[in-house]
């Protein structure tokens, strides 16, 4: 009797419990999904400026069995017309496993150059699409520690911490992107997730040989909410790995989204 007892009263405290599915967030894309960020960064002028850039959802497509959204990226404010990079972006996990590059020279689009990566692109290092590790908790604080991944010949230690954001830390960031004659989006309710990434390590040898500078540790800040498609805030820091000098590399808004009903 006590044992049923015990049963009954054990199955009723996890009733109680949340759902692990419904405080865990991934973003879900439909085709035709499409989102514009506004970023503040050194570009080839090496002077501070604002810079758009542009993400749609082409298709749906299968990369070694996995199903996978084709995302389109592009920046229509510092290359030329046709110049993107598509991403194939697993659906389970939003996981980028392939990347196709189509590049111009002299105005000309030149064959498109891809490459996979089984074990995906991720981290803070990457200079466009840095995608965290998800999915996102509404209750606990998720560190995915340390891991090394080895791309192109470099190593990358990468890590992920992720937790709910405090209003007023969002509220400050988003107000701060309220500029340029572009008021930026905001979560309209529910929670914000704040991501920090961090990635260490580069290309071999370590240290660099005289004259070159030291490997950088990157790290970005993220929030992500269940209202858009896309993080509403990101910031990108680079710090030396000898002095542990920080510097803010850029930081980016999102400013539209909508749906090209494809």
């Not at 920046?75 to 980028?96: A, K, M, W």
């Not at 701060?176 to 040898?205: F, H, I, M, Q, T």
């Not at 500078?213 to 820091?237: A, F, G, H, K, S």
Request: net charge positive; aromatic share 10%.
């Amino acid at each position: 009797m006590l044992k049923r007892t015990t049963a009954v009263v054990a199955l009723m405290m996890l009733a109680c419990l949340p759902s692990v599915g419904s405080a865990q967030y991934t973003p879900r894309w439909q085709v035709g999904d499409w989102w514009v960020i506004k970023t503040l960064g050194k570009f080839k002028s090496h002077n501070w400026g604002w810079r758009r850039h542009r993400y749609e959802v082409l298709r749906m497509e299968q990369v070694n069995g996995r199903d996978c959204y084709v995302l389109e990226s592009r920046d229509p404010d510092g290359r030329p017309q046709g110049v993107r990079e598509l991403y194939h972006i697993r659906t389970d996990s939003l996981l980028p496993i392939r990347l196709t590059h189509i590049w111009a020279q002299s105005n000309r689009l030149l064959p498109p150059a891809m490459n996979d990566y089984p074990e995906g692109i991720r981290g803070p290092e990457c200079p466009d699409l840095r995608l965290p590790c998800f999915p996102l908790d509404t209750v606990f604080v998720r560190d995915t520690m340390f891991t090394s991944q080895r791309r192109a010949g470099s190593y990358w230690d990468l890590r992920d911490v992720s937790r709910v954001a405090d209003s007023v830390a969002v509220r400050r960031l988003l107000d701060a992107g309220d500029s340029c004659r572009e008021r930026v989006l905001r979560p309209a309710g529910g929670p914000v997730y704040a991501v920090r990434s961090e990635a260490a390590g580069g290309p071999p040898p370590l240290p660099p040989p005289p004259g070159q500078p030291w490997p950088l540790v990157w790290q970005t800040c993220q929030l992500w909410c269940d209202t858009w498609p896309w993080c509403v805030y990101e910031e990108r820091i680079a710090i030396d790995n000898r002095s542990g000098t920080r510097r803010l590399s850029r930081r980016s808004w999102l400013i539209e989204v909508g749906h090209s009903g494809r």
